[in-house]
């Protein structure tokens, strides 16, 4: 079982940045890809980014390349995501996910946590 709490979001204007972070505990997370999604009320949970065990590939939305990064420290159980550029699109609750299979789905994860609201303001 591994537990996620996704920490670092907030109301920032556009044009800002943040800095997401997703603290891990129960077991180490080297086994497994970690994934960031987002979801606004009514709408599914959509993909942003994913990065492999090891941290040494990655894979974005294009919605965010460019402007979001991730990152991974396995020694410390922590992933992040760099939120850079936001604009009010970007406005949703921030997931982080850890799975066996990865991917751009979310059913590649098998575990999540609660979730960090980020609102972007005009």
């Known amino acids: 079982q591994v537990h996620l709490v996704e920490s670092g979001g907030g109301l920032v204007q556009a044009g800002g940045s943040l800095r997401l972070s997703c603290t891990t505990s129960g077991r180490s997370i080297s086994p497994y890809a970690m994934g960031w999604f987002r979801q606004v009320p009514g709408k599914e949970r959509e993909f942003v980014v994913t990065?492999?065990?090891?941290?040494?590939?990655?894979y974005y939305a294009d919605s965010v390349k460019g402007r979001f990064t991730i990152s991974r420290d396995n020694a410390k159980n922590m992933v992040y995501v760099q939120l850079n550029t936001l604009s009010t699109e970007d406005t949703a609750v921030y997931f982080c996910a850890a799975g066996i299979v990865g991917g751009s789905s979310p059913a590649g994860y098998i575990y999540w946590g609660q979730g960090t609201q980020v609102t972007v303001s005009s």
């Open positions: 990065i492999s065990r090891s941290g040494s590939n990655t």
